[in-house]
Each structure stands twice: as C-alpha cells, then as structure tokens.
C-alpha cells in the first residue's frame, strides 16, 4: 500500500465491539455514489474522498483523495504522508448478524450484511480496525449501545432459524411422507417432499400418456369406421383430451359408413349384414351367391366395380 491507502475493515479481526464483518458481505453503492471522507465521523469535518474500494486477501483497502483547497483535509495529508495520521475507520449500518463456529471451534458473532455510509481518518481508533455504527434512519449508535444492537439483530436471525426448525406435521401427513414421528427435522421433511414431488411428476406423466392413447384410438376407430375422414383426426384427438364423454357421444352419433356387402341384398331377400361379408372376394360372392352378385352389378355398380378390382 501506498501512504494515501487505508485499510478499512479486515475480517480476520474481531473489532473491540466483538464481532467480525465480512467484506464481501459489504453493500457499497450508495457509498459509492457519493464516497465521503470525514475527520473522526464528524459530518462537519468533510475531508475529501475515500475511492478505489478493492479487497486484498482479509482486508478492504482505500485511497483517500484529499480536499487541499480545506484547511483540516491539507492538514490531514501531510499528517498521513509524515505516518502520523494512519487510522481510518468505516461508518456502517449493519443489517444481519450471525453466530458462526471457526475450524478452531471459536464462535464469533459475524456480520453478514451491512452497508457502508461513509469512511472516517482517526486520530485515536479505538480497537484494530475502528468503526462507527449507525441505525437505519443514519443516526449514529452510542457505543454503549453497539452491544445491545448487536445481540438485538442476532436474537432476530436466532428466532427465525428455530421457527424455520420447528415444523409440525399432522399424523397423515407423516404417512403420507413415509416418515416417522422422530424424523420430523427439516432435512428429512425436505427429503421426503422431494421424494413424493417425484412420484406425483412421475404418476401424473403417465396418466397423461394414458388419457393420450385412449384418445388416438378412440378417433383412429372413428376413422376406420367412417364416421369421420382423416382430416378430421386432430381436432377430435384435441376434443377427446378435453372432454373424452363428449367426443366419443359426439363420434358415437355419427352414423358409421356401410360396407360394400350392406349394400346389396341376399338372393333370398335377406339383407346382407356388413360382418359377415365384409371379407368376401368376388369369386366367393360368384359361388355363394350369384344372384346377390348380379344385383350389386345392378343396384351398385360402383361396389361392383371396386370387388372387381381384388378379384383372386
């Protein structure tokens, strides 16, 4: 560093207020857009700026610009350049506070979002990194009531964590999980849900698939009976995935189309059924029924034509 850059916070120390603030838990965009520098927090005493905010390793670094044209921001810099002036410390708002466990076991209360308001030169720091807080409204924080502050927000974080654990759960919804009473903690519950979501996607994929094939084949036997053309085939598929009753009473009552046998009548006078002659060529119709051949040539000659074409 040169003699004009500071460090304004390093995470690696606990401050005298007895927590650690993280950098990278920092919001500077406010500060950034106006990145005053004051003498020892006071508001009167606006001494330049404190620009080029960058973070190396633990510590949060800045470059004070002084204001050499004001008397105490001329003083100040010949004070740092000399080495006599070297603390600087940040104004902050801290917004959440937690309770971390170090690799060591240590515990140390640890700020995890705050916002820095403006950043100050020292004469006296009062801990290794010094700071100043201040409320949400801007108001500055007695030191004596840091502390208090401080266990306030950690309490909040606390009390949301235990109500975030504490999840009660009906005896069927334990069934309905797959859990049992003394698996009720939040990762199970997560777990279980997860597990159930799954199955439901699954079940819910393959009735679809159903409900999908009952449709086609409801319409492809629509076809095939000629109750409606292949043209026809989607707008149907899409009514019967809609509304499947209503497609197949609509399809239903449509009157399906004759075969070439329903249109001719028996020798005897008997009115060919389409079951039965559906699959007669025209050698069988010539040798089981000659006369009934002769009148398909009379009464329908296109039918005869057609069983014609497929005589083997």
């Not at 949060?60 to 008397?71: C, P, S």
């Not at 840091?146 to 009906?170: D, G, H, R, Y």
């Not at 679809?208 to 026809?232: F, H, M, P, S, Y």
Request: charged share 30%; with cysteine.
């Amino acid at each position: 560093m040169n003699e004009d850059e500071y460090v304004l916070n390093d995470e690696s120390v606990v401050n005298s207020h007895g927590f650690v603030l993280l950098n990278s838990a920092g919001r500077f965009e406010r500060y950034n857009a106006n990145p005053v520098m004051l003498f020892n927090h006071d508001g009167a005493n606006l001494i330049g700026q404190m620009t080029g905010l960058r973070v190396e390793g633990t510590k949060l670094i800045g470059k004070a610009v002084y204001d050499e044209e004001d008397t105490l921001g001329a003083k100040c810099k010949r004070q740092a350049k000399k080495g006599i002036l070297k603390g600087c410390s940040p104004g902050i708002i801290i917004n959440a506070v937690e309770l971390r466990t170090m690799p060591g076991g240590e515990e140390r209360v640890t700020v995890t979002d705050w916002e820095l308001c403006e950043t100050s030169l020292v004469s006296v720091p009062s801990n290794r990194n010094a700071l100043r807080l201040y409320n949400r409204q801007g108001v500055e924080i007695p030191d004596d009531q840091v502390k208090l502050s401080i266990e306030a927000l950690l309490n909040v974080n606390k009390k949301t964590e235990e109500e975030m654990k504490e999840i009660i759960l009906t005896s069927e919804a334990y069934v309905a999980l797959g859990l049992k009473s003394n698996e009720a903690d939040g990762k199970s519950i997560s777990a279980a849900i997860m597990e159930l979501q799954a199955r439901v996607e699954k079940a819910e994929k393959e009735l679809e698939d159903q409900r999908k094939l009952k449709a086609n084949e409801l319409v492809a036997l629509a076809i095939k009976d000629g109750r409606i053309t292949a043209d026809k085939k989607e707008a149907f598929e899409k009514l019967a995935l809609a509304d499947y009753d209503t497609a197949k009473s609509t399809l239903e009552a449509i009157p399906a189309k004759e075969s070439l046998g329903a249109k001719v009548t028996h020798s005897t006078g008997k009115t060919a059924i389409a079951d039965e002659r559906k699959d007669w060529t025209y050698l069988k119709w010539a040798k089981e029924d000659p006369e009934g051949l002769k009148k398909m040539k009379a009464e329908a000659p296109e039918a005869f034509e057609e069983l014609k074409k497929h005589i083997r």
